[in-house]
């Protein structure tokens, strides 16, 4: 398909942006970091912990430039866009540190501005400076819709809801479709109904037992500020991939909002934060997929194909060298680490490498390098060992956060307890085909599911004397070095 005129201006402009934004990094190095995940993955906690490690210091042995003292200074510089709110990094780590309570969650995007300074290998001195971009990860998923039309778009969508485990969480939409004709007359009160039911059921594929991640339009769950705006008020009709609207009807309605959706909500996300990235982070929380089932796990491996595909978007087109996301790239990390036993970890990264697998071998072909790790941003466990009969069990401890239960036991937010949350196949494979015994909480109660993790409170911290105690992690140098360490040398 020839490129249309709103594609052309949408690239032009992009172009003059990117222009802009090379010339500026000539004389000032600069790195776009985005940091995305769906909603709880941990880009809060994630965000707050590596400023921490950047400004504070602390053990980062695999983060070479910290590690050797390279860094002599980061600092919070204030934030450069001003339409974009302010990564509230004070509060966030006040929260955890003072409190022990994980950050209140957020739903919009925001951004904060860290300044290097930093000597060369060659004992040069320089300055980086890292724009750091929190954005929900249910964005990222909108931009597919780009190249669908909205007939093609509910028929996807439609079909998805069909299937198990989905389709009980779909009955009262399906009922209110099936009461609409598509070529009737627009009307915006079916439309209403229909769009906050569309909602409800997604909303209700989002809830812990099912965990599922595939679930665009974006904006319906993560609304930031448009909530009941007309451009978030549409839904899935059933209605012919190939067919024409009537004018004037419900489908033709559901038509022009959907193409509203894409140009007022999904372009502008598109140019102006997303293709001005250099390098990015998703996170993904596997733990929540495990605790599930094998549904979420198939769900979550087809959001994140979904997501490396956003990063090729544009690739490929006549008009598109300057317009293309320019990340170079990319690291995938599975989240909260620190709910397995250190013998486990290994393990994490291996079932996170073969869920992006297929998709990671048709991103490498494009030159971006793609990197998996398991990590804890913040660690709120150590390892322990627990007696059971003759066995010792490799378990870790941790204070959970109050009203976590495990079996008959609620907990009051003080008292530490070790526990075993269950191991981790040696081959990741078993998991994605079924052959390993796999029982979420979505097929099975809580107390023969095989993994069940505790959620725990962030660490009590011993203050060292030298101020600010710093925040214990797992592999967090890891993540930096791949991040940004070539961009310290
Ligand atoms: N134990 C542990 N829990 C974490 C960690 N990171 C996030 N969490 C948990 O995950 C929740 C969601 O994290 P948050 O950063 O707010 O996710 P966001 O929605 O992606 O910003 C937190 O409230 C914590 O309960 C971590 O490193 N360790
Ligand atoms: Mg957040």
């Known amino acids: 398909m020839p490129p249309s005129f709103t594609d052309i201006v949408e690239e032009a402009r992009l172009s003059a942006r990117a222009l802009l934004d090379y010339g500026e990094s ?17 880009k809060t906690v994630f965000i707050t912990a590596l400023i921490h490690a950047l ?4 053990r980062f042995p695999v983060f070479e430039a910290l590690d050797t ?43 904060l501005r860290l300044v290097i300074d930093y000597q060369r290998h060659n004992g040069a001195d320089r300055r980086l400076t890292l724009d750091i971009v929190d954005y929900p990860g249910e964005w990222l998923l909108d931009l597919p819709l780009l190249n669908k039309s909205y007939e093609q778009w509910a028929g996807e969508s439609l079909a998805l809801s069909r299937e198990a485990p989905r389709a009980h969480l779909a ?30 059921y997604l909303r209700a594929c989002r809830d812990e037992r099912f965990a599922m991640s595939l679930l665009p339009p974006g904006r319906f769950l993560m609304p930031g500020n448009l909530a009941t705006s007309p451009a978030l008020t549409f839904a899935p009709l ?32 598109f140019r102006d934060h997303f293709a001005r990235l250099d390098r990015q982070i998703v996170l993904v929380d596997a733990l929540a997929a495990f605790n599930s089932g094998p549904e979420a ?65 048709r991103a490498e072909a494009t030159g971006t390098e793609i990197d998996v790790v398991a990590l804890a941003a913040v660690r709120a466990t150590r390892e322990a060992t627990v007696t059971r009969g003759r066995d010792r069990l490799p378990a870790i401890a941790g204070t959970p956060i109050p009203g976590e239960t495990a079996g008959d036991e609620t907990f ?12 981790l196949p040696a081959d990741p494979e078993s998991l994605f085909d079924g052959s390993a ?35 214990p992690h797992i592999r967090l140098d890891r993540a930096l070095q791949f991040l940004i360490g070539d961009r310290l040398q």
């Not at 002599?72 to 966030?92: G, I, S």
């Not at 033709?252 to 140009?263: G, P, Q």
Request: proline share 6%.
């Open 26 to 42: 000539l004389f000032n190095p600069a790195v776009r970091l985005g940091v995305t995940g769906l909603s709880r993955a941990g």
């Open 55 to 58: 400004t504070r210091g602390g």
């Open 69 to 111: 003292g390279r860094i002599a200074r980061a600092e919070l510089a204030p934030q450069p866009d001003d339409a974009v709110p302010r990564f509230d990094y004070e509060n966030h780590l006040r929260t955890m540190i003072e409190e022990r309570r994980w950050p209140n969650s957020t739903v919009d995007i925001s951004e």
């Open 171 to 200: 009955t009262k939409w399906h009922e209110q479709l099936a009461t609409l004709n598509p070529q009737e007359k627009e009307d915006e009160q079916a439309t209403r109904a229909s769009a906050k039911l569309f909602t409800d």
């Open 238 to 269: 059933a209605v012919p991939a190939d067919g024409v609207a009537p004018e004037g009807s419900l489908w033709a309605m559901m038509v022009r909002r959907y193409e509203a959706y894409k140009d007022k909500v999904v372009r502008p996300f």
């Open 297 to 361: 796990l198939h769900d979550l491996e087809a959001a994140l194909a979904g997501i490396l595909d956003c990063f090729r978007i544009g690739r490929g087109t006549i008009l598109s060298s300057l317009f293309r996301p320019r990340i170079d790239r990319i690291l995938f990390a599975a989240t909260k680490a620190d709910h397995l036993h250190r013998l486990s970890h290994d393990r994490l990264e291996a079932v996170l490498r073969r869920a992006v697998g297929r998709a990671v071998a």
């Open 412 to 423: 009051d937010g003080h008292t530490e307890v070790a526990t075993f949350p269950g191991d």
């Open 437 to 471: 015994a796999f029982r979420g909480l979505a097929s099975a109660p809580a107390n023969t599911s095989d993994f069940r993790f505790l959620r725990f409170r962030p660490p009590s911290l011993e203050h060292d004397g030298k101020g600010e105690p710093s925040l």
